[in-house]
């Protein structure tokens, strides 16, 4: 069995208002020989940090600054604090899936480095594409 780590910024939680269905539908669709893990990745105003469990969702939060601002520093931080509730050993997946290049992946490639893992990252429009061609 594949086992998969996605982590989603959109991903309908019950805590995220601004959730779509779309990748739901797309993990469900494809759960036969894959088990998909996920991590529901939330962008706040403040600068609180929080880790909980929805189902079988880890939710964190982390502080949205504008621009991006130290946004690789608050990823390392938000990944110290899920793998120091979860252990390390929680996350034996082979592949850690980034769902959005400049958010996502960001988090994504913090758990592909330090749990040397294969990292995957789709790019979508609107802010991806925005980057991808003017950074």
Do not use: C
């Amino acid at each position: 069995m594949i086992k998969v780590l996605h982590i989603i910024t959109d991903y309908p939680d019950g805590n995220n208002k601004n959730s779509t269905q779309a990748v739901k539908n797309l993990l469900e669709s494809t759960s036969g020989p894959i088990q998909h893990d996920k991590i529901s990745l939330i962008r706040q105003a403040g600068l609180r940090f929080s880790v909980d469990t929805v189902g079988d969702i880890i939710v964190v939060k982390v502080p949205k600054l504008p621009g991006g601002i130290f946004n690789t520093l608050l990823m390392f931080i938000a990944y110290l604090m899920v793998v120091r509730r979860y252990g390390g050993d929680r996350f034996d997946q082979s592949i850690v899936h980034g769902h959005k290049l400049t958010i996502d992946s960001v988090f994504a490639l913090m758990f592909s480095l330090f749990q040397r893992k294969k990292l995957v990252v789709s790019v979508r429009g609107g802010t991806d594409t925005k980057w991808v061609k003017y950074k």
